[in-house]
């Protein structure tokens, strides 16, 4: 459904979620007048959550409002954030990248570049300890994909003897710069191209006047631990949501918004996370040995 030009999904079986698509890059300015075209429609949801903008951080609307952490790395200059916002580890991983001969640049997208990402996300079927969601993927596929906000985007790439071993698609949303799929090839893992691609977005935050990157969930495993070795702050965002049903009104006064997963404590859920990393890789043994 699309609601001023911006597209709502729905989420949750027992309770349904809605929210923009984009709400990276999208805004919801007027919330009272788009949830009243959301009721007007008919959205059969049960909830709907948005985000308040990252440089307005007080309490604007009178909805269900919550912290929601973000990791955000306040840009000054590229000098600034090597020198006084990242850590001593975070230092030396750029320059082994740059000593190990990997080259990082902004590209165009075109299909050599295409061909690259596709050869990226085809390494392996599980990153992160879960199944990657572009493996299997075909060239024609991704370039589709990468289409879609290549208006808004700058594509880095991190080279190594002439071959692509890692991006970032860095999304601009005129506030924050958002790197999304920034992957690299596990194999090139040694040489930090992951460090190197950063600290490029970082050049380009600077270039373009761009105050803030937004680099996703602030987390507590270990990509938190590499947001927060390389210059990410925790900043709380102020996430909203408003009941569109009673089911929804229920689930908000029973604090059951969030699901089970919410409940957990992070010890809890981090272990769970070792053990379905741990499941996965069996299943890819066992799959190789088939």
Same mark, same amino acid.
Request: glycine share 8%.
């Given at each position: 459904?699309?609601?001023?030009?911006?597209?709502?999904?729905?989420?949750?079986?027992?309770? *349904?979620?809605?929210?923009?698509?984009?709400?990276?890059?999208?805004?919801?300015? +007027?919330?009272?007048?788009?949830?009243?075209?959301?009721?007007?429609?008919?959205?059969?949801?049960?909830?709907?959550?948005?985000?308040?903008?990252?440089?307005?951080?007080?309490?604007?609307?009178?909805?269900?409002?919550?912290?929601?952490?973000?990791?955000?790395?306040?840009?000054?200059?590229?000098?600034?954030?090597?020198?006084? $916002?990242?850590?001593?580890?975070?230092?030396?991983?750029?320059?082994?990248?740059?000593?190990?001969?990997?080259?990082?640049?902004?590209?165009?997208?075109? +299909?050599?570049?295409?061909?690259?990402?596709?050869?990226?996300?085809?390494?392996?079927?599980?990153?992160?300890?879960?199944?990657?969601?572009?493996?299997?993927?075909?060239?024609?596929?991704?370039?589709?994909?990468?289409?879609? +906000?290549?208006?808004?985007?700058?594509?880095?790439?991190?080279?190594?003897?002439?071959?692509?071993?890692?991006?970032? $698609?860095?999304?601009?949303?005129?506030?924050?710069?958002?790197?999304?799929?920034?992957?690299?090839?596990?194999?090139?893992? +040694?040489? @930090?191209? $992951?460090?190197?691609?950063?600290?490029?977005?970082?050049?380009?935050?600077?270039?373009?006047?761009?105050?803030?990157?937004?680099?996703?969930?602030?987390?507590?495993?270990?990509?938190?631990?590499?947001?927060?070795?390389?210059?990410?702050?925790?900043?709380?965002?102020?996430?909203?949501?408003?009941?569109? @049903?009673?089911?929804?009104?229920?689930?908000?006064?029973?604090?059951?918004?969030? !699901?089970?997963?919410?409940?957990?404590?992070?010890?809890?859920?981090?272990?769970?996370? !070792?053990?379905?990393? *741990?499941?996965? @890789?069996? $299943?890819?043994?066992?799959?190789?040995?088939?």
């Amino acid at each position: 459904m699309l609601i001023d030009n911006k597209e709502i999904v729905v989420t949750g079986r027992f309770l *349904k979620t809605a929210f923009l698509k984009d709400e990276w890059y999208d805004y919801v300015d +007027d919330p009272e007048a788009f949830v009243g075209k959301m009721r007007g429609e008919g959205l059969k949801a049960d909830l709907f959550t948005f985000w308040q903008r990252l440089n307005q951080l007080e309490i604007r609307y009178d909805y269900h409002a919550e912290p929601d952490p973000a990791a955000v790395i306040p840009i000054r200059s590229y000098d600034h954030w090597f020198n006084n $916002q990242i850590e001593r580890s975070a230092k030396k991983a750029v320059r082994k990248a740059e000593k190990s001969g990997v080259i990082v640049r902004v590209v165009e997208l075109d +299909d050599e570049f295409v061909k690259g990402v596709t050869a990226i996300f085809n390494e392996t079927p599980i990153r992160q300890g879960r199944p990657y969601q572009h493996y299997g993927k075909d060239a024609g596929t991704v370039k589709r994909e990468l289409l879609k +906000d290549s208006h808004r985007s700058d594509f880095i790439g991190a080279y190594y003897n002439g071959e692509l071993i890692g991006f970032i $698609q860095l999304g601009n949303t005129g506030i924050a710069a958002i790197p999304f799929g920034m992957v690299s090839k596990i194999e090139h893992r +040694d040489k @930090s191209p $992951q460090n190197a691609l950063l600290a490029k977005a970082i050049e380009v935050c600077e270039k373009k006047g761009i105050p803030y990157l937004l680099y996703g969930k602030w987390l507590d495993d270990s990509l938190g631990d590499f947001k927060r070795h390389n210059g990410c702050e925790k900043i709380d965002l102020s996430r909203y949501y408003v009941p569109l @049903s009673l089911k929804g009104a229920a689930a908000l006064r029973l604090g059951l918004h969030h !699901g089970y997963a919410s409940v957990m404590p992070v010890p809890v859920k981090n272990c769970l996370k !070792g053990l379905r990393k *741990k499941w996965y @890789s069996k $299943q890819r043994v066992k799959e190789n040995k088939g």
